[in-house]
């Protein structure tokens, strides 16, 4: 089975203060993911990677910046945090889409993080 | 890019009933619509997809079906118990693309 890890379940943090946000998986998958999500808004992607120090932004990348030195981790950074980042974060992987792979997510149980 | 928009919000059925959740997307270049289901404290898991070649799609209790032409697909979960308590959330893909669009989720409450 594919393992997604992430590091923390819950977190809270002070505004202003950096933040790290980590995740790892055991599957050798290309893609890693980093979503937030908040109630009525579903789940909105803050950045991907598709390679060791390869990044795309997503919808939301504002406030965010992550880090993917290894294949198997992937950090998403809060530089500097703030209340409104007050959120349940979630990573996620895939392998990479060739022939007809289909484009599967598998997720961590998310990190629930709150800014005061 | 592709927008997905999912109805109900929220769900409430009687255990045996059936439930029904739909999703529109805006895009008609997407061709992979996969459902997710995230039970408390848990991250979002594959129950079922669908690909934009079939119309309908059965795993036990669960079904899939997909319209193409209207841009909508749909959930069916039939003879439901407690344990399908959860939120559910559809999505879309675009073929070549490792991204998800996401719709924004459906919570499921089944009473006994």
């Known amino acids: 089975d594919v393992k997604v890890t992430q590091s923390s379940r819950y977190l809270v943090k002070r505004t202003g203060e950096k933040v790290f946000l980590e995740c790892v ?27 060791v120090k ?26 500097s945090a703030s209340t409104n980042q007050t959120s349940m974060y979630l990573c996620a992987s895939s392998l990479p889409l060739e022939g007809l792979a289909k484009n599967i997510q598998y997720f961590g149980a998310g990190t629930r993080l709150s800014v005061l | 890019g592709e927008n997905v928009e999912q109805h109900p919000s929220t769900l409430s059925v009687q255990e045996g009933d059936s439930a029904v959740i739909k999703c529109t997307y805006s895009d008609s270049a997407s061709n992979y619509f996969p459902w997710y289901k995230q039970e408390l404290g848990k991250g979002p898991q ?3 997809d669908i690909r934009s070649n079939v119309g ?22 039939t003879e439901t118990q407690p ?8 999505a879309a893909s675009i073929s070549g693309y490792s991204t998800l669009t996401f719709g924004k989720g459906t919570m499921l409450l089944v009473s006994p």
């Open chain 1, 25 to 51: 998986q055991d599957m050798d998958h290309e893609n890693m993911f980093w979503y937030r999500q908040d109630p009525g808004l579903g789940l909105r992607l803050i950045y991907f990677s598709y390679d």
């Open chain 2, 83 to 90: 344990e399908d308590s959860a939120v559910y959330f559809c």
């Open chain 2, 56 to 77: 309908e799609k059965k795993d036990q209790r669960i079904a899939v079906t997909l319209n193409k032409t209207a841009k909508h697909f749909s959930l069916h979960i």
């Open chain 2, 46 to 48: 594959l129950i079922i």
């Open chain 1, 54 to 79: 390869m990044k795309e932004k997503g919808d939301i990348p504002e406030g965010y910046s992550v880090s993917r030195e290894k294949k198997e981790r992937f950090s998403l950074i809060l530089e």
